[in-house]
């Protein structure tokens, strides 16, 4: 079975930099999309970010390209999320998420994390 679980949310202050990971038990990422998602009480679920393993792209919201980066760790079950200049609105439970076809729809992930809290203060 596959388990996704993610860390590295905190309480920072605005302007501050933070990396969530991803790690995948069971399989690793290889041949799949990891997809990155938020959601808060204000906003439905936001698309953050996605790699796709087999192609090697990256894809990412509006809201967030210009600050936020996606990679792939060292380990092939690692997948990263880095944010720099965090802003209030970035406050929220960040997912990872698996599928085969990825996307920018959170219908298009088959496995999920819990999440890790984010919360940005000023």
């Known amino acids: 079975q596959v388990r996704l679980v993610e860390s590295g949310g905190r309480l920072v202050q605005a302007g501050a930099s933070l990396r969530l990971s991803c790690v995948s038990s069971?399989?690793?990422?290889?041949?799949?999309?990891v997809g990155w998602f938020r959601q808060n009480s204000e906003k439905d679920r936001e698309f953050v970010a996605a790699f796709a393993y087999s192609v090697g792209m990256q894809i990412y919201g509006d809201a967030v390209k210009d600050r936020f980066t996606i990679s792939r760790g060292d380990a092939e079950n690692t997948t990263y999320l880095e944010i720099v200049r965090l802003k209030l609105e970035d406050t929220g439970v960040y997912y990872c998420?698996?599928?085969?076809?990825?996307?920018?729809?959170?219908?298009?992930?088959?496995?999920w994390g819990q999440g890790t809290q984010v919360t940005v203060s000023s």
């Open positions: 069971g399989r690793t990422f290889s041949g799949q999309a």
């Open positions: 998420a698996t599928g085969d076809s990825g996307g920018r729809s959170w219908y298009q992930y088959d496995y």
